[in-house]
């Protein structure tokens, strides 16, 4: 149910519609598909974490980690995929600039062969400036959280 009181639709995205919505590509995009879109309220990506990600060459070498500023990175294209469905239509997708990160907490390490579960919640937006809780969790763990704020332009110059 959502906030009125009637059944949510809920909206998926695969790596294709993913594509539409995000300007980001490999090996920069870091959300494979999204599993539940709620309406501009909330959305969960996923993200499979695999040893050939080429982070890992050098994000440590022998003992691979995933960086954390990756998994907020991942949050966000998350929250950014889900904004931009409910834009207006578009030929390229828009921009999307991050204004803040607040209140992001590391938990544990991701590693390869984890699967990541992004969680984003609304939390208010005005025009195209959109802010969002968001989560990372590992088999129900959580691993990291962070607050995003961001803006959406047409143009680089609009920033």
């Not at 993913?18 to 309220?41: A, Q």
């Not at 409910?86 to 991050?98: A, D, G, Q």
């Amino acid at each position: 149910m959502n906030e009125s009181g009637t059944k949510a639709s809920l909206g998926r995205a695969e790596a294709v519609d993913i594509l539409k919505l995000l300007p980001h590509r490999y090996p920069f995009l870091l959300v494979d598909r999204i599993i539940e879109m709620d309406g501009d309220r909330s959305a969960i990506g996923i993200k499979n974490v695999t040893a050939n990600e080429p982070f890992f060459q050098g994000h440590f070498p022998g003992n691979p980690v995933m960086p954390g500023v990756l998994l907020i990175e991942g949050m966000a294209q998350t929250a950014g995929a889900l904004c931009m469905r409910h834009l207006e239509k578009f030929e390229e997708p828009p921009l999307v600039y991050f204004m803040a990160i607040d209140k992001a907490r590391f938990r544990r390490p991701v590693v390869p062969g984890d699967t990541l579960h992004y969680h984003v919640q609304k939390m208010r937006n005005r025009g195209r400036v959109w802010r969002f809780r968001a989560q990372a969790h590992v088999e129900g763990q959580l691993v990291a959280e962070a607050e995003v704020s961001a803006v959406i332009v047409d143009t680089p110059e609009q920033a």
